[in-house]
């Protein structure tokens, strides 16, 4: 025991802050107007319309963004595994989104999709060489839920695409290159060789872009608090009702239900990808 | 008939040139090792000959079908890579079916190829097993069933044995010759291992430096080796081996080495000894020098006083290590009761039909160009 | 005769062709941005015509202004600060964690990298009430060492984590070596361990820096009400609610990304194996 005196600090720092949040959390969400314990901020919550929105806008968020990540990740890492030429170039090119701040990209895309005069509207009126014309006039970007929140998850998708397909390239690189070469021999083409084997080999890789990145869409909070103001997510719900509505116990009742979401998302997704993952090992045993 | 034909074959990475200019035929039916040094090219040719390796000149025919640009995926080729490559996901059955399944083959045909490749192979009872479940030596028959089941023309086959140990490796050599001779596809094998190579095949093609050295049966490998390379290479140990001059001594071609002058075989042919300084390289197998024991001895043999220095024990002969009057060191072997005194000069033999002679500037041998 | 067969060649078209696109898709964002921060005001306001993909007249005006500008230093310095004293405080507290996880066993070791994770995993969003929450109760609201606690909270699990790889790699014997000459524990740590795992540590420091550097949901709780300190990410946000002209938000957001971007390239190989294999543990 003497000689792991070294871990102490960090030990400390951490189990401090971790319960100090943890049991503040739960205490705050207690609290109304100095009255301790009480239900109210949960049941006030509970009956808010804007909770239920956000609610299902985060749903909608999670559900959509994540998968996108995931073959916005993969799509990138078949590209650079399958490189023709110039192979860490094209993977030092999609790297670079990830150099960038979110809030930055975030700014970016403020600027980009600004209603009036926008870069966005000029490109999709169909004003530049190539790009076809998609709509007739100005759109108001940030004046609809459905805008608002796309333009977020795209920022948000572009943004942490480079992380999704570093660890599938990961998982890619990791294929012994003759198992390709074996299934090329036995007359697999590129599909067949996609399906039957590299997905599956590199199924744990991708299982951890799931549980990774449903983590960080449940939690998103910088591209939707500034592109999406007016139509909060769990994340910029709880900056709103803590600073504007100067209300920390429903924010923290929201913040709880956050953790609460996010655990039981990690905990489906590996009971689901375990699911898969033995039906892939097992497929074709059943014949006996 | 699925005869493989090489013409004018050429390979570089960059500006390494790894393939030179090679032309190889290899008849149906047949098993053909690739035999070589690391290094030399091997898996390169092979790997060409299933098209996972682009082929930068030459052409590539296989049963009368021109491979060029025909993908691995599409030529009737089956191999067994040197890590199995086995589907670390896929249990044996869908290992072996694999390429089965791909062909959209019907449910009833796959399980009648399955009632043929698994006795075949005997991997009874592993069919469930998954390829880290088994062990090296059945790794091995998976990989060659799942290449069998698809009906190949040629089977190519990478230094397969390399990974097991000696007892299987001797097991597995037996087992591929028993499949070649019930399947009898073509195959071709490659090892850098002569003795496996010298076992198994029909003929071998000893590779150097993506060169090929010489094509031929083993046996005439090793009783007329046509470069020096491949005396050298083919048996073991090496060949002992002496820079000469050849010349005629009462009126009968020898040439002189530092053993003494050297009677050449009946029938050398004189011209090939035009003048009398003609520079060569004498190779002699240990295996090829004797000791004469006070045995008669026919007229085509020379003897020879050498003196042992070393002796050692590889088996169940003795290699006898000897220096010369002029100093140059010659092994042979000995039986191994036969007492040898380190230091006590002992008379040997050579045989003329056993003595190989070698062009000292292009290293090919002398009698190539008269047989 | 051709070596190549059509299907190769289709392939590499539609390769070609996919990797443009997303070179593209990531180059003009980019492009549009530096744009923007050199773009005089006729090239942003063009009454309805597109607006042109090079400015009329390129400037660094938006620059020069931020240079000159006092509360630019200012907010510069702070995250430069709150930076600084993060990456120290981090490396302090897991270069020594991250030594004993590489070397021994104990008994709560586990428990240790559950607590890890958990930290790691814990929505940003839902823990910085809490803490925002005990840091006004201390006192310690709208300081320094608020915001580094906070990053510190955040960087340190990853940190010990590529800490604890890097001293994995480092063979006991050498160690073990030294203890023979007859080096103490202290030597041994400072003048062998350190400085063999020097790479990983910059690459930990960086990745600290960074994440400070770009830091915005804990600086605005525990900043952005009513101090006096003001980091990078909070004077950005404080323009954009301002609605000034677009150039000012892009010059800015260069500002920002700069330090960020040459960072990122110089530890992008540690950074890469570190996502990954922190993501794997
Ligand atoms: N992808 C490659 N790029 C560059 N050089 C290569 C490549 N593959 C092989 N070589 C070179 O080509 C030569 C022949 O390699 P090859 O693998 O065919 O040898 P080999 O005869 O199979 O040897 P071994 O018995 O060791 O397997 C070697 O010098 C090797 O370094
Ligand atoms: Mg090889």
Known sequence: MGEIWPLFPA???????????????????????????????????????????????????????????????????????NSYWGKSFVRTIFVIPFAFPGLVIATLLFILFDSQGGFANHLFQGQYWLFPKIIDH????????????????????????????????????????????????????????????????????????????SVEMWKEFIFPYILAGNYPLLGTLIEKLYGFGSDPGEAAVVALVLVGLTILTLVVIVEITGRIKRVLVNSGVNSK | ?????????????????????????????????????????????????????????????????????????????????????????????????????????????????????????????????????????????????????????????????????????????????????????????VSHNQAEAMSMSQRIAVLNKGNLEQYAEPMRLYDAPATRFTAEFIGSPM????????????????????????????????????????????????????????????FWCTVFNVTPVFVETPGDRNLVIAKTSSGETVRFFVNRLEPIVIGKPVEVFVDASHIHLFDESTNTNILGGFR | ?????????????????????????????????????????????????????????????????????????????????????????????????????????????????????????????????????????????????????????LSLPYVIFMATTAFEFVPKDIEEQARVIGANRVTIFTRILVPMVFPSLIAGAIYTFLLSWDEFIFAHFLLDTGGQIQTLTLYLNKNLSFSPPQNVLAAISVCLSVPVMVFTFVVQRYMVSGVVSGAVK
Request: aromatic residues 10%; glycine residues 6%; hydrophobic residues 50%.
């Open chain 1, 11 to 81: 030990a400390i720092f951490l189990s401090f802050f971790f319960l100090l949040v943890l049991i503040e959390l739960f205490t705050i969400s207690l609290t109304k107007t100095n009255v301790f314990p009480t239900l109210e901020p949960a049941v006030e919550i509970l009956k808010n319309g804007e909770f239920h929105n956000a609610l299902l806008n985060t749903l909608a968020f999670v559900a959509i963004g994540t998968p996108l990540e995931l073959f916005a990740g993969l799509f990138a890492a078949l590209l650079v595994y």
């Open chain 1, 138 to 213: 100005d759109v108001a970007w940030r004046g609809s839920k459905y805008l608002a929140l796309s333009v977020s998850m795209l920022g948000k998708v572009w943004r942490d695409m480079p992380i999704s397909m570093l660890i599938i390239l990961s998982g890619l690189n990791s294929i012994e290159p003759e198992l390709i070469d074996a299934a090329k021999t036995m007359g697999a083409g590129f599909r067949v060789r996609l399906q039957r084997i590299i997905l599956p080999l590199i199924f744990p890789a991708m299982t951890t872009v799931l549980l990774l990145r």
């Open chain 2, 1 to 189: 008939m699925a005869d493989l034909v090489l013409k004018n074959i050429k390979k570089s990475y960059g500006n390494h040139s790894v393939i030179h200019d090679l032309d190889l035929h290899i008849k149906s039916g047949e098993f053909v090792t690739l035999l070589g040094p690391s290094g030399c090219g091997k898996t390169t040719l092979l790997r060409m000959i299933a098209g996972l390796e682009k082929i930068d000149s030459g052409e590539l025919w296989i049963g009368g079908k021109p491979m060029q640009g025909l993908p691995a995926q599409k030529r009737p080729i089956g191999m067994v890579f040197q890590s199995y490559a086995l589907f670390p996901h896929m249990n044996v059955k869908n290992n072996i079916t694999f390429g089965l399944k791909i062909q959209k083959m019907e449910e009833h045909a796959i399980f009648s190829k399955l009632d043929w490749v698994i006795p075949l192979l005997g991997l009874e009872g592993l069919e469930n097993r998954l390829p880290k479940e088994i062990s090296g030596g059945q790794r091995q028959r998976v990989a060659l069933a799942r290449a069998l089941v698809l009906d190949p023309e040629v089977l190519l086959l990478d230094e397969p044995l390399s990974n097991l140990d000696a007892a299987l490796r001797e097991l597995a050599m037996e087992e591929l010759k028993r499949i070649h001779s019930e399947v009898g596809k073509t195959i071709i094998y």
């Open chain 2, 239 to 298: 060949a002992n081996s002496f820079s000469s001059t050849l010349g005629i001594y009462n009126g009968l071609p020898v040439v002189h080495t530092p053993l003494g002058f050297l009677r050449l075989a009946e029938g050398f042919p004189v011209e090939a000894v035009n003048s009398g300084t003609r520079a060569v390289r004498v190779c002699i197998r240990p295996q090829d020098i004797h000791l004469t024991r006070k045995r008669e001895l026919h």
């Open chain 3, 1 to 153: 005769m051709s070596y190549i067969d059509r299907d190769e060649i289709g392939k590499r078209i539609v390769w070609a062709i996919c990797v443009i696109v997303m070179i593209i898709g990531i180059i003009a964002p980019i492009y549009l941005l530096i744009k923007y921060s050199i773009s005089d005001p006729s090239t942003m306001n063009t009454g309805g015509r597109p607006i042109p993909l090079w400015p009329n007249r390129p400037t660094f005006d938006i620059f020069l202004y931020l240079f000159r500008d006092r509360e630019f230093w200012g907010v510069v310095s702070n995250s430069a600060i709150i930076a600084t004293l993060t990456v120290l405080l981090t490396s302090l507290l897991s270069i020594p964690a991250g030594y004993v996880l590489a070397r021994y066993n104990f008994p709560l070791k586990r428990f240790f990298l559950i607590l890890l994770i958990s930290v790691r995993l814990f929505p940003d969003i839902s823990s910085v009430i809490p803490i925002a929450t005990f840091f006004v109760r201390a006192n310690l609201h709208s300081s320094f060492i608020s915001v580094v606690l906070a990053h510190t909270l």
